[in-house]
């Protein structure tokens, strides 16, 4: 069993920051690339940011500039700092990884998801 918890979320005054965590457990024999999500009433997910076991970081035009972030490989955690927060950055917001784990058939490799954390900025 593989679980992704998040943590971090709230309610912020827009301008201000947020950290949000994810910490991945489980019977896990690697992650590889790890990113957040985001999902905003009425609309579809989408890519926040995402980052590859070795460090490589894509962003959404949206948080250029805005947002960081980051992994723990020894602590199987990703991070996502969020400064200079806007009120259209509300939503819940949702971990992902992928991840192999060792089943008897052999390497299973798949993604997982957060249960999601609201992320709610104030104008």
């Known amino acids: 069993q593989v679980q992704l918890v998040e943590s971090g979320g709230g309610l912020v005054q827009a301008g201000g920051s947020l950290r949000l965590s994810c910490a991945a457990s489980?019977?896990?024999?690697?992650?590889?690339?790890m990113g957040w999500f985001r999902q905003a009433p009425g609309k579809q997910r989408e890519l926040v940011a995402a980052?590859?076991?070795?460090?490589?970081?894509n962003y959404a035009d949206s948080v250029k500039g805005r947002f960081t972030i980051s992994r723990d490989n020894a602590k199987n955690t990703v991070y996502l700092q969020m400064n200079s927060l806007k009120a259209e950055d509300t939503a819940v917001y949702y971990c992902?990884?992928?991840?192999?784990?060792?089943?008897?058939?052999?390497?299973?490799?798949?993604?997982?998801w957060g249960q999601g954390t609201q992320v709610t900025v104030s104008s």
């Open positions: 992902n990884a992928r991840i192999r784990t060792i089943r008897p058939s052999g390497l299973d490799e798949r993604d997982y």
């Open positions: 489980g019977s896990i024999f690697s992650i590889n690339a």
């Open positions: 980052i590859t076991r070795t460090g490589r970081t």
